[in-house]
């Protein structure tokens, strides 16, 4: 137990958040929920699941067949595309969605093109507040994690299953249907869930294109409306749904353990018009998700960049790199200190303890963000009064400053840096310590002298992926900042409000360029057979792409 007491003040940095928002449901103003169910709730409960359900079929239809094709056939390009399907994980949502409304936009270059050809464009259809623009880029945005749970699903059960139902008679996608499919299922059901999440916390993508859901509903309550009690209703809402789909989602991952096969044999070849068919399909999803939004972005960027690239963006540049950079290095050693103590004590109270420090990963930002705005205010108004009769004229002393957004990104963020460091403390064998203690160094000085070498790769790779995952994060930094201080994906947000793509092109590709840095670090651990999965996000995952 004396774990508990070790890890439960860092437990405490997501708790806090999510018990204050949890405890404010349960006093509910009747006003406000009066409020909420006459003119909020049926919209956006209404368009939250429509978007779910279009988004979870979506991203089935796209990732499932793009897994079963790289994982047991071969094709012009199929190397490529193992891993370069896993590339459009580097593109936030938010990015993906401005990039579609430009290039779909009456006067963005596809219609422009095809008025310059056919003389109309009238088949396109209007992309500005549609469902389909935003389905198509977030199901292009979150595919991977499918793609990638489903592929590893069909190589490690081995193809020895296909080989057999092939040889009583079945066809290849009879044998998809009646083998293949149902023996994956955990994993597809898995990575849909993962989807279904991230659909929930989007925050971006949902403004680019007008459309509200739960994150929209409560940034307007809290920023148009100035309703605090609106918002953290909201937000407990949300975390209702959230556990819903973190329960989901774990009961998929605990039927994973049942197919494993060893003896795999080559993959089949596929002949004739199936295996161009193959890579006509692999290459357009690769292109709408990855290549044509990247060339995009580059195209507006030189045609800006001009204009553009002044001190101020250089100041956004560096609130960027200073927020990602601190809060990269606050996470990365309460993660080490969490590894560390369970390494030590491995009851059953301390792993939960562990467990929910981590939890923080799976809710929005929106939902942290209104989960630790609201202490920090009540502990800003009391520290006021205090001050007041010393002399003290501000209004404010946390609330906006970086302490404040360092609270709700540490939060958010420590499962990634846990997972890496975590990761890494399990390659150090009990032998190693045991050394150290019979050469007469006491635990500290083991830490020191054995722990912390051993562990630099793994606490390098888990600050760099905080640090990339802050400088993509837009909900937070957008809700808690103190007004002007902004970031790139802050700066993306504005711009792309006033609909000035060109202009959002630059900090984004910036953003995106950084992004593809936990991505290729994914396809180097999927390509040499250490990993490829994602583990689930109360298990301390990390995606490699944020919102």
Known sequence: MGGVWLTLPVALLTLIPL????????????EVWQHLWQYVLPRVLGNTAVLMGLVGVGVLVVGVPLAWLTALYDFPGRRLFSWALVLPLAFPAYVLAFVLMGLF???????????????TSRWVP???????????????SFYPYVYLLARNAFMTQGRRALEA????????????????????????AAGVALALMEVLADFGAVVVFNYDTFTTALYKAWFDLHNLGAATQLAALLIMVVLVLIAAEQRSRSAQR????????????LQGRARWAATAFCGLVLALAFVIPIVQLTVWSLEVWRETLDARWWGFAWNTVKLGATTAAVATALSLWLAWVRRHHADVATSWTVRLAVVGYAFPGVVLAVGVFVPIAWLDNLLIAVLRPFGFEGVQILKG??????LALAARFMAVAFHATDSAMQRIT????DACASLGLNTWETLGRLHLPLLRGGLLTAFLMVMVDVMKEMPITLMT??????TLAVRVFQLTSESMWEHAALPALAIVLVGLLPVALLVSQTEHGTGGTMPAPSDGAEHARRR
């Open 126 to 140: 209007e992309i500005r507040g549609s469902l389909w623009g935003l389905t198509l880029a977030l199901v292009l």
């Open 105 to 119: 936009e009456f006067a963005g270059p596809v219609q422009s093109s095809l008025r310059a050809v056919f003389g």
């Open 19 to 30: 018990g204050v928002v949890l405890a404010l449901a349960l006093t509910p103003q009747v």
């Open 165 to 188: 139902a092939l040889a009583l008679g079945h066809g290849p996608l009879h044998a998809f249907w009646r083998v293949a499919l149902p023996m994956a299922r955990p994993w597809i």
């Open 430 to 433: 009990r032998n190693q310590e």
């Open 258 to 269: 049942y197919h494993a096969a060893s003896g795999q044999s080559g993959r089949r070849v």
């Open 481 to 486: 900042r103190s007004f002007g201080w902004d």
């Open 401 to 406: 400053s970086l302490a404040t957004m360092l």
